[in-house]
């Protein structure tokens, strides 16, 4: 039975390799035009209005182009200021989620101290408890620090969260890294800093570049403690919450809501395409340990 599905299987890519290239090149290619449609629609949709928006089904190229759109969504809207308080609180935030658990990943790989596996177990089991449990604690003791209704309040909330699988994919990747660096580093009379920022922290780059991608999206879409920390300050609100602006009680600007997703989703994609490279090999650095 084994041999007979290892030889179907030996057909299998025999026949694979002889296909020609443009076939393989044409299914990638549906493949990726299939992945970016949605993405697509919703940048057609900011450029239509709302009639044609509903009329038009899935017709990709407007009839007119309605460039008034984002300058509703930009000045009516406010999103120039939501764009600016989210740029702030999402930059702050992965600085302080990538210190925090690149130090925690690094303790937890490369020393032994009594209960290190509980407390690893204990990080692996949060994994499990949904995110909406936290919410009402974190809301609890930020207003007993007064610190709702402020950018600095919503900044501690934000990172502050365990990022389970940042400290794992660091975990990972620090494991694999020879002792005799941190070795040579003492000898040099670095201390536990100076090692870690100086020789650890450095080598863990590519890592550093998916932590700060996956919490950078993170931080970007959270809506449920933005929300409430935005609740009496409008001001302060960022892009995610800020989609509520569209919504009025008896209609929905839809055109303008589409707009309003384009603007807040290119920053995202500008910077994966930028970190592209070291995001997929600080995964695939991690994965491999």
């Given at each position: 039975?084994?041999?007979?599905l290892t ?21 990638l ?16 949709a900011?450029?239509k209005?709302?009639?044609e ?8 190229w ?14 009516d ?5 939501y ?5 702030l609180?999402?930059?702050?935030t992965v600085?302080?989620?990538t ?8 303790v937890?790989?490369?020393y ?7 407390f690893?177990?204990?990080l692996?089991a ?18 007993q620090l007064?610190?709702?209704?402020s ?22 990747y620090?494991?694999?890294i020879?002792r005799?660096?941190?070795e040579a ?9 100076r090692?870690?920022?100086?020789v ?5 780059m590519p890592?550093?570049a ?5 919490t ?6 959270a809506?449920f ?14 892009v995610?919450?800020g989609?509520?602006?569209?919504v009025?009680?008896t209609?929905t600007?839809?055109?303008g809501?589409a707009?309003a997703?384009?603007?807040s989703?290119?920053p995202?994609?500008?910077l994966?395409?930028i ?14 340990s």
């Amino acid at each position: 039975m084994t041999a007979q599905l290892t030889v179907r299987t030996d057909r299998q890519r025999h026949v694979l390799r002889r296909l020609p290239w443009w076939i393989a090149a044409i299914v990638l290619v549906g493949i990726a035009l299939l992945w970016i449609f949605p993405f697509l629609w919703m940048l057609s949709a900011s450029l239509k209005d709302n009639m044609e928006m509903f009329t038009g089904g899935l017709k990709l190229w407007p009839d007119k182009f309605v460039w008034a759109n984002y300058a509703r969504a930009w000045n009516d809207a406010h999103f120039g200021r939501y764009l600016i308080n989210t740029v702030l609180v999402t930059v702050i935030t992965v600085v302080i989620v990538t210190i925090r658990c690149a130090t925690a990943g690094y303790v937890l790989a490369r020393y032994r101290f009594r209960g290190s596996k509980v407390f690893l177990g204990i990080l692996v089991a949060t994994l499990f408890v949904p995110t909406g449990y936290t919410i009402i604690p974190v809301v609890k003791i930020s207003m007993q620090l007064h610190l709702i209704d402020s950018l600095g309040g919503m900044i501690l909330a934000l990172s502050g969260g365990a990022y389970v699988s940042a400290i794992l994919i660091y975990y990972g990747y620090f494991r694999q890294i020879p002792r005799e660096l941190e070795e040579a580093a003492v000898v040099d009379g670095a201390g536990f800093f100076r090692t870690f920022f100086s020789v650890m922290l450095p080598l863990a780059m590519p890592v550093t570049a998916s932590v700060a991608v996956l919490t950078f999206i993170t931080t970007w879409n959270a809506f449920f403690l933005p929300l409430v920390f935005t609740f009496s300050r409008p001001e302060l609100r960022t892009v995610s919450v800020g989609m509520q602006a569209f919504v009025g009680e008896t209609a929905t600007d839809w055109s303008g809501m589409a707009a309003a997703g384009v603007i807040s989703i290119v920053p995202v994609v500008v910077l994966f395409i930028i970190l592209q490279r070291s995001f997929v090999e600080g995964i695939s650095g991690a994965v491999k340990s």
